[in-house]
């Protein structure tokens, strides 16, 4: 824990460098200082500060610049709470009056508000169902170990697997084994028919392979977001950080290849809140100088959609946390007005 001095000093460090993209020498940090203190004891604390891995310097009469650490601790203890204004609250809520009723056009508004906001890559995903519902299954053998698993769910998309049997299956044996799971699971959840996997000991060996491989394509099925909207490509590519460097070119091949989707949506699997993750705590290496702001909107048991933003660790984090708390909040009544009217 650091002190109160210390943790003045990194949060003027924070903030300088997030506004000027260079490192913080100890004459601003005394220029911003509340009261009087010394240049050498700023010094002393700043190297305290890089012992302790809060910041970085490219040599020792260099300014400071924020570690992934450094950020870290300004987020969870130093950052103060912070609203979009009043009028800009005012514009995205007329905004989004204009498209209430249009459900397919609220995830590519918000991407194109929230990117203008916050001056990074804005990912917004439509609300999508939280629970999927089983609608029928069919099992096609393939070869005398093999048959094709074909799931059909009630919103009208099909998942196919294939399994593998420890003996040759007829399709006669098929057909009844498809017949019975349909008959006991059919308008069930992945969750209903996991719970029901659990406890089931009637089911023979065979429909507990098929059940199996039901259950877990139902439960990935429930985690994923459709596919999201993004906007503010150009902001991100301005970034001082990632001028002619690989690290850039690195991450727009994520975009073209739709890597950078699902790096930043399995992030918030199973999270609640805002979530923010800074640089290298990030699962993919390729955003390793990246730090993501996420949130989920909608309803629980109803359907959920995610709002984030992508941009370097050297983000404006009080701006960017209250832009999408707010976008969230916008969705939440959006997603709210449609079910209420069912």
């Not at 918000?110 to 939280?130: D, G, H, Q, Y």
């Not at 498809?178 to 029901?196: M, R, W």
């Amino acid at each position: 824990m650091l002190t109160e001095r210390q943790s003045t000093i990194l949060n003027t460090i924070v903030k300088q460098y997030i506004i000027n993209a260079i490192p913080v020498p100890s004459e601003a940090i005394a220029g911003d200082y509340p009261g009087k203190i010394s240049s050498a004891t700023i010094r002393n604390e700043m190297a305290y500060l890089e012992n302790e891995q809060y910041i970085v310097r490219p040599h020792i009469s260099a300014g400071g610049i924020p570690s992934n650490i450094g950020y870290r601790y300004y987020v969870e203890s130093l950052m103060e709470e912070f609203e979009l204004p009043l009028n800009e609250q005012r514009t995205i809520r007329h905004l989004f009056y204009q498209v209430e009723r249009q459900i397919e056009e609220w995830a590519r508004l918000a991407a194109t508000i929230l990117s203008s906001e916050v001056m990074n890559i804005a990912v917004v995903t439509l609300p999508k169902s939280t629970e999927t519902h089983l609608k029928h299954i069919e099992l096609v053998a393939v070869k005398d170990f093999v048959a094709l698993l074909v799931i059909i769910l009630q919103n009208a998309k099909i998942k196919q697997q294939l399994i593998s049997f420890n003996r040759s299956i007829t399709q006669e044996e098929l057909d009844i084994v498809s017949k019975k799971l349909n008959d006991i699971f059919e308008g069930q959840t992945g969750l209903q028919i996991s719970e029901s996997y659990k406890k089931n000991d009637v089911l023979s060996p065979l429909e507990k392979d098929v059940l199996g491989a039901l259950v877990q394509i139902m439960v990935s099925e429930d985690r994923q977001f459709g596919e999201p909207c993004l906007d503010g490509l150009r902001y991100f590519l301005n970034q001082p950080e990632f001028a002619r460097t690989r690290e850039l070119w690195n991450i727009v091949e994520m975009l073209e290849e739709r890597y950078l989707f699902k790096s930043v949506l399995s992030a918030l699997s199973g999270a609640e809140g805002i979530r923010i993750i800074i640089g290298d705590e990030n699962s993919d290496s390729t955003l390793k100088k990246c730090s993501l702001v996420l949130g989920m909107y909608g309803m629980q048991d109803k359907a959920k959609g995610v709002v984030g933003v992508v941009g370097p660790t050297r983000m404006q984090y009080q701006r960017v946390v209250a832009a999408v708390q707010y976008l969230c909040s916008i969705m939440d009544e959006l997603v709210s007005g449609v079910y209420n009217e069912e």
